[in-house]
């Protein structure tokens, strides 16, 4: 196991989770329908964590698959929403699932590719930036395997003078989204507001005070 995934499966273990929202991301429910999807679409969410999100695309009528590292964030998941899941092992991989939710238990840069079928859109809130600058691109081109041709990308990004704090949640230039996901027919940056951090985020307390948040949409 390397120090990346260690890191965060320490967080977990020692809840110490402030990243995990307890509620729906706002900017999910504002933007979504620029996706423009029909129900029963797919939805791959990486890096899922416990998110809120996951019920709410599952309650649009879509089928979600969600991608987290740590198993223990898939449990708690289960016990605070009384969610009964089936089981199922693919050598180490474990899938947790029922209807039209299921949780893969896995590194996403292992996770074998053929385990997932292909994809109609991908929600990232809190993936890419989770990631350090040389594990990005990697990330991108994996997500963008999953994903069919014209599919759909809900993404969100920050970006923030990095000399103010080590991520992660690391910066992400509006330059390095724009260049990760080059090969996409369509990039659109449909909310950008750069805000005070609020004293009672964490991320005040180390060291960031200022950050330009993002909302992208694009089409493979």
Known sequence: MNKGQQFWLDLWHEGRTSFHKGEVNPDLSAFWPEMNLPADSSVLVPLCGKSL???????????????????QAVQQFADEHQIEFQQERFGTTRRFFTDRLQIWVADVF????????SVDALYDRAALIALPQQLRSAYARRCLNWLKHEGRILLKTMHYDQEAMEG??????????????????????????????EKSNHLHDRGLHKATNSVWCMKK
């Open 110 to 117: 292992i996770l074998e590719p053929s385990l997932i079928s």
């Open 168 to 197: 992660p949640p690391y910066s992400v230039s509006d330059e390095e989204v724009r260049e990760l996901y080059k090969s996409c027919s369509e990039i659109r940056c449909v909310k950008q507001s750069t805000e005070a951090v």
């Open 53 to 71: 999100d996951m019920l709410w695309l599952c309650q649009q009528g879509l089928y979600v698959t969600g991608i987290e590292l740590s198993e």
